[in-house]
């Protein structure tokens, strides 16, 4: 049927693909896209071709139009490189303006590297803020990251290798040292999800620019430390002592 449908992607493990997605894409008459090699890879994994359409929000302003009024006459599904589209990636302008044309939209859930490092790394999940990827010069992160120091919920940051020790370093200063986790590589062979406090992370990763993906969620203000696995059996051992 006509219309717009945004589907998610992998983030990295291409089986991530829903049964649905999959379906949407197959049966669309075009796909406006980030990268067309980077979606060509994925169409190929389901053993499909289709027109593709470039669609970025800075570039979008003259395609915008177009786009919509296909969606009068056509599916056209967005994607992006990876995950959930609008989601530090473009698509939000073409959701406004295709709403106020009043065009049928759908969306197709699926992976996204926000929710998906929330899940890894056991901080509070019940209020979080998606805070994406920080500005890159120093003086407009530290404002930014000062904003948001009494928000009472874990904050998920996106960052890239070559700037994470950094970024960890300002966090702690920043917002005192608490208890965080890096994700990277998340749905790959090498995923892994690093817990400890603002600065242990930041020492871990002072002189290393961990290659991949990476995803850091800190604790909202007030969360005491986790238990370590010392802790734990120390607590298990005087426990064992009081019941004998
Ligand atoms: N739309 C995507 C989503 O739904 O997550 C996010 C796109 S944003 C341009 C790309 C950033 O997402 C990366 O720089 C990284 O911070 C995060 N990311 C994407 N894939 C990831 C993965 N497999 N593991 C960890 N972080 C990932």
């Known amino acids: ?8 992607t992998p983030i990295g493990n291409l089986r991530d693909l829903s049964p649905r997605a999959a379906e949407i894409l197959t049966n669309a008459d075009v796909i406006a896209v980030e990268d067309s090699r980077v979606t060509a890879k994925l169409l190929r994994h389901i053993g499909i071709r289709k027109p593709m359409v470039p669609y970025h929000d800075h570039v979008a ?3 915008r139009p177009a786009l ?10 967005l994607v992006s490189d990876a995950g959930t589209p609008l989601i530090s990636d473009p698509g939000y302008k073409l959701v406004r303006d295709a709403r106020a044309a009043g065009i049928a939209i759908v ?6 590297a926000a929710v998906a490092a929330l899940t890894l790394a056991g901080l509070p999940t019940d209020r979080f803020l998606f805070v994406g990827f920080l500005p890159s010069k120093a003086k407009a992160r530290g404002e930014a990251i000062e904003e948001i120091t009494a928000i009472r919920a874990t904050l998920i940051f996106y960052e890239s290798g070559p700037r994470l020790a950094a970024t960890l370093s300002t966090l702690a200063e920043k917002l005192g040292d608490r208890e965080a986790g890096v994700a990277r590589e998340i749905s790959k062979m090498f995923e892994e999800c690093v817990t400890g406090s603002l600065t242990q992370l930041a020492a871990r990763y002072a002189d ?6 990476i995803v850091i969620v800190v604790a909202p203000p007030g969360i005491p430390a986790a ?4 802790d734990a059996d120390a607590a298990l051992a005087e426990a064992l002592t009081r019941l004998s």
């Open 68 to 77: 919509i009024a296909r969606m009068g006459m056509e599916s056209v599904a």
């Open 208 to 213: 290393a620019s961990p290659k991949g993906e």
């Open 1 to 8: 049927k006509p219309g717009l449908y945004i589907v998610a």
């Open 61 to 63: 302003d003259g395609v």
């Open 107 to 112: 969306t197709i859930p699926g992976p996204c």
């Open 227 to 230: 238990a370590s696995a010392e």
